[in-house]
C-alpha cells in the first residue's frame, strides 16, 4: 500500500496486490489512527508499528478522560489523544481487557440510582384518574406545574444517574478530532470480543454505543461526495482498501470503476474526513447486465447519455465497528435521486449482487439429507424426523437432476447419489466443476432452482436469511431476476455457486415494498421469479423462463 | 434580499439596507425553510409568505411524526416534511401553542417508569458491601454476570422509559433533511416564549433539546470553510444577513470584509448545508487595531505577509436557537490553527470587541447612587444601604472628573450634580456627547475607569456579568487594552460608550487561563489593566497609561 506515496500516475503499470486488509479483517488493526488533521492520516503507515505503550498507561488516560470534570475540560483533550494512540497500539488481548475494564468499573452507579428512585417514588403523585373527584381534580390542576417541576428535576437526575459511566468518555471522545473514528475501531473490537464470549456487561456497553453512534451519525449530518479519479490519492487507497464485493486489482480496474460510464459515491461525516464510511460502485449501462465480468472487465462501448440503466454493483462499509447502523439504505436512496436528477433517461435502478450465504446453506441442507438417509436405513424415525426428512427430500433434487449429477459428476467426485455428489463438489477447496461445460450444463437447473428456494423460502425472525439479500429487501428493492454464471471468480463459485441476483428499485414502490416485508416478511420478487419457484416440477418451463430477458 | 437574485456582480454598485434581519430577530421570521436540497433553499423567499396552515394541521402531522412505530419509518418523513412547512408559517402564538402541547402531551410516561423502578428495586440488590463476609463474596462473583444482566435489561428498559414521548419527535427530526434547521427554530421559539413564562414544563422541555443539540453539534461533526466573494450569493446573503456585531452596510463593504487582509470562516454542519452555523471575521494587520473604524473602512495598505497580527474583529452566530451551545470556543482554537500554520508571520492573536453591557450597568449604578442620594437626604438610612451607598460613592465620580462633568455637561444635559447630569447624558435618546470634544474629554477619565472596573470587578455566579468578556474569558482569553472612542456607531456609543476592548489570545496561555477563570473566577488582565484599576486616584498616571500603545 505504502506504492501509493509515489503518486498513482508513475504506478499506473505496477498491478496491486489485491485488497489484503479488505473487508471484517479490518476489525483488529485499523489501517488509519485518528488525526486532527485530514492531510496527515496517510503518515499512520510509517508510525504505527515503531510505537510500544503499556496497557496500563492506555488504561490510566482512559481514567482520565472518564474522571477530568466538566471544568477542567482543557486537560480532556490531551487524555483522549494519548488514549487514542495508545489503544490502536494495544495488541487484541490488551484491548479485549480495557474493553473489560470500560464495561464493569464504569458501569451505572447503581447505589445513587437506588436514592434518586426512593426519592421520585416519595414525590407524592397523585392518585389513579378513575378514584379521584371533580374537586380533588380541580385543586390538582393548581399544584400540577409545581408538582411537575419536582418530577422534571428528579428524572432528569435519573437520566444521569442511569447514564453508565463511560457515557461521559463517548460523549468527549465524540468531540475530540478523530474520536469517532476510535469508536468505530473499538465497537469492531467489541464485536469481534462479543462473538467468543457472550459477556453481559460487553453486551450492554455494545448496545449503549450502538445507539450512540445512531444518534451522532444521523444520515442528515452525512454528505454524499462523488469520487473520481481527480480524489486525493489518500481517499482512493481507501476505497482499494476497503472494497469488500469484487477486489480491485490495478490501478487500472481502480480507474475503470471511476471514469467515463461508471460512478462512485461516498457517504462522509466531518468528524472522519478523507475516508467514507460507505461507498457505493455504479455501473451505467444500457441494460441490466447479467454477468459482473461484464461490468469489471468490458469498457463502456457506448456513450454515457445513451445508458439507459444504472446498475449498483458493489456497496462497502468501510467500518466494521458501524455494524447494525444502516447507512446503505439512505444512501442507495440518495445516489438514485442524485442520478435521475442529472441523467433523466435513466430509468432502472438495479444491482448485480452476491448471494454470499447460498452455497453453506445448501451444504447443510446436503448434508443433514445425507445424515437422515443414512439413519433411515439404520433404525426407525421418529415423527418429527419424517416430516424434516419428507421435505427435504421433496426440495432437494427432481429425479432428473439426480440422474443428471450422477452421469455427470463421477469424473469429478465420489458419491453414493446425486446428493453426495452434489455435496461433495460444492465443499471441495477447488472450483473445477465451474469449468466443466458437461457439469455447468447439468448443475444448472438444481442450483438456479434452488436458489431461488432459498432466497424467497429462507427466514430467520421473518426476515430473508441471506444478509444481502435482506439488505436490498429491507430497502424496499424487489428480487427481479438470479443469473447463471454471473460471477466465475473463485469467491463467486465459492459463496454463491457462480449464480448472482438483480435486485431493482422501482422508486414509486419502495416504500410499500419496504413496508409490505417490514409488516409481514413478504418478499418482493418479479413473476417470473415467483413462476419458477411454483413450477418447480415442469422442467421444461423452467429451463425457458430463465433464458427470457425481461428487465 | 431578493436583489440577490440579480447576481452580485450586478449589485456591486447597490448599497444594501443594513441587515433588517440581522441577529436575535431571527428567532421568530426564520428566514430559511428546511429543504431537502441546499440549492435550493434560497427560493424560499417567494415560496414563503404565501402558505397558509391551521394549527389543528400541524399538530396532526407533530403526533404523527411521533406516534409512527419504527417499522413504518417511511411514513415518518413524509409528515416532517408537512410539518416543518406548516410549522414555520404558523404566527408566534400558535408556535407557542404546539410547543406546550408538545412539552405536557408528550411528556415521559410517569406510570411506566414507576412501575420499572418496582421491577428495578425488586431485583435483589446484594447487601452494602461492608456486611458481606468473604464467603458471601465468592458466592456473589459467581451469581455476578447473571445479576448483572437483569440489572442491564432494566436499565436499559428504565432509561427509555424515562425519555420523554418528544424524544422521538427530536431524534426524527434530526435524522430528516433540514430536520436539525427546523430544531434550531423550535428552540429559539421556545427560549422567546420561556422569556415571558417560566413554566417547568416549558424549561423541562428546553433543557431536553439543548442536551441533544450539544451531542449532535459536536464540534469533530463540524467543518470549518474559509468564506470567500467565490462562495456562492446563497452562502454570502446569509453572511450579510446574520452578521450580528458591525452590520454589513454595502456589497463593497461585504466584499473588502472576503478580500486581501481579511479573512472569515465558518463553521458548517452537514445538516444545514450552505449556511454557517457561527462565522468569524478577522483581519490581518501589522498592530492590533485601536478603533474598528480602521477595520472597517480604511483598505489594507501593505501586503499580506507583512501582516502580524491577526485581529478578530466580529463573531456572529446565525441560530438563535443554539443559544447556550458554544461553538464559539472551538471555531476562535481552529482558525488561530489555521492561521499560524498558513501565516506562521502572525504571532498575536486578539480580539477588538464591544462591551454590550456596559452604559446599561453604569446607568442602574447611576440610578441607584441618585436614589440613595436622595433618601439619604430625607431620612435616616440603615446600616445597609450605608455600606451599599458609600461603596458606589467611592466607586462612582472622582472629584475632578466631578468638576469637569458639571463644567462640560451642561451644555448638554440638565442635573445638579457630576453623577445626574451623567446619567442624563447617556440615558438620552441621541448620542450627541459624543460629537462633543469638549465632553468628549470630560467623560474619557470617568468611562474608561469605571469601564475597567466593570470588566474586572461585576460577576455573576463568579464569572464576568459582560456576555462577551464572559466568553472571551472562558476560552482562556485576556484582557489586554481598553480603547476610547473605539466604535463611534450609534449602537457603539449606546452600549459601549464608545469604547472596544482589545482581548489577547496567547496560544500557550489559553488552556490555564480558562482553567484559572473556570476554578477560581480569577479575571486574566494585562498588567497596565489592573495598574489601572489599582491606581484610580492617581489621575495623571491613568491618562499616561491610556495612551500607551503595549502590544
Known sequence: MSLFRKGLAVLMRIPMKAAATSGQQLATTPPFPPTNDASSSANFFESYPSRKVALTDVKEWMQASIAIPSDKIEFVDANLEQFSKGYLSLPQEGRRELLLVLARDYDVNRARVRELMA????????????????????????????????????????????????????ERLNAYPGGLKILAVLRADLLLVIEKEKLPSLRALDLYLKEKLITWLSPAALHLHQITWDDPASLLEKIVAYEAVHPIRSLQDLRRRLSTGRRCFGYFHSAIPGEPLIFIEVALLKEVAKAIQEVLWDDPPFLENEATCALFYSISSTQPGLSGINLGKFLIKRVIELVRRDMPNITVFATLSPIPGYVQWLLSKLASHLKLGEEESENETDSSEIDFSSTLKEHVLLPEEERMICESGKALADGNSGIEILYNI????????????????ALKRPLMRLC????????????????????????GARIERINWMADTSERGIKQSAGIMVNYVYSLEKIEENAMAYFSTGHINASSNIYQCFQVRNCEIKLFTIFELVYI
Request: glycine share 4%; aromatic share 10%; net charge neutral.
Open 452 to 475: 431461488i428456494r432459498y432466497l424467497l423460502e429462507k427466514k430467520k425472525s421473518g426476515k430473508a436469511v441471506d444478509a444481502v439479500a435482506n439488505f436490498h429487501l429491507q430497502n
Open 119 to 170: 426519592q421520585y417514588l416519595n414525590l407524592g403523585f397523585p392518585q389513579e384518574p378513575e378514584s379521584i373527584t371533580e374537586d380533588e381534580q380541580s385543586r390538582g390542576r393548581v399544584r400540577d406545574e409545581a408538582f411537575l417541576a419536582s418530577c422534571y428535576r428528579t428524572e432528569r437526575n435519573l437520566r444521569i444517574a442511569l447514564k453508565p459511566m463511560y457515557d461521559i468518555f463517548f
Open 426 to 441: 460444492l465443499s471441495s477447496t477447488n472450483s473445477e466443476w465451474s469449468k466443466s461445460d458437461c457439469l455447468l450444463s
